[in-house]
Each structure stands twice: as structure tokens, then as C-alpha cells.
């Protein structure tokens, strides 16, 4: 069984950051890749940012790029976003989330571990 648990979230205002961390429990915790996926009020949950476990390749969406990062520590089971340039826009609860099936997982149905999600809110 893995679990999930996101942190780092809270209220900035607009040009601030934030660096969300989440923090993987399992036995053998092993996944292909990990991602952050966010969904904002009445909104769906979209793709924030992807990073392979083993080789550390990372893409982003197009809205993101050139702001936040993603970074992963094998040694303690932790995966980061570092979110920069904080816009309104960014506001939404984020979630961290885990694929240890499908190994090119990139669409949220192919990662099969999700945490509760961290609220962000940014401000104008």
C-alpha cells in the first residue's frame, strides 16, 4: 500500500513562491514516474508536471514552463515542486500522484496513487 501526503501549500501573493513537497509511504516504493496535477475551483484537474523515478527526465505544461520545477529524492521518497512566479491563475488545490503500473505514464488515469491534495491560493 503507498500513501501520499502533500505539504507546503497556503496563501502568497501574486510574483511570490511556494514549494510544495510530497512525502511517499510503501513498501519497496518503487514508482516508474511521479507528478503534480492541480484543479482549481469549478474547474477539472489538469497536468501540472511529470518526472521519471529513475532516470529524472521532467516535462511541464506549457503554463508552467520557465516557473516552477520539479525535483525528486530517491533516498527519502520525496518529490517537490518548486512554483515561482506565482500568478492567480495558479490558485487550486494540487496533488501529488504516483504511477507504478504503467511505466510512460502521462494522462492522470495512468497514475494509480494519489495523494488528499494541498490547497495553493495566490493572490492579486
Known amino acids: 500500500q503507498v500513501q501520499l501526503v502533500e505539504s507546503g501549500g497556503g496563501l502568497v501573493q501574486a510574483g511570490g513562491s511556494l514549494r510544495l513537497s510530497c512525502a511517499a509511504s510503501?513498501?519497496?516504493?518503487?514508482?516508474?514516474?511521479m507528478a503534480w496535477f492541480r484543479q482549481g475551483l469549478r474547474k477539472e484537474r489538469d497536468f501540472v508536471a511529470r518526472?521519471?523515478?529513475?532516470?529524472?527526465?521532467?516535462s511541464y505544461a506549457d503554463s508552467v514552463k520557465g516557473r516552477f520545477a520539479i525535483s525528486r529524492d530517491g533516498a527519502k521518497n520525496m518529490v517537490y515542486l518548486q512554483m515561482n512566479s506565482l500568478k492567480p491563475e495558479d490558485t487550486a488545490v494540487y496533488y501529488c500522484?504516483?504511477?507504478?503500473?504503467?511505466?510512460?505514464?502521462?494522462?492522470?488515469?495512468?497514475?494509480?496513487?494519489w495523494g488528499q491534495g494541498t490547497q495553493v491560493t495566490v493572490s492579486s
Open positions: 510503501g513498501r519497496a516504493f518503487r514508482p516508474y514516474a
Open positions: 500522484a504516483a504511477a507504478t503500473i504503467v511505466a510512460g505514464a502521462r494522462s492522470q488515469s495512468e497514475f494509480n496513487y
Open positions: 518526472i521519471s523515478w529513475s532516470g529524472g527526465s521532467t
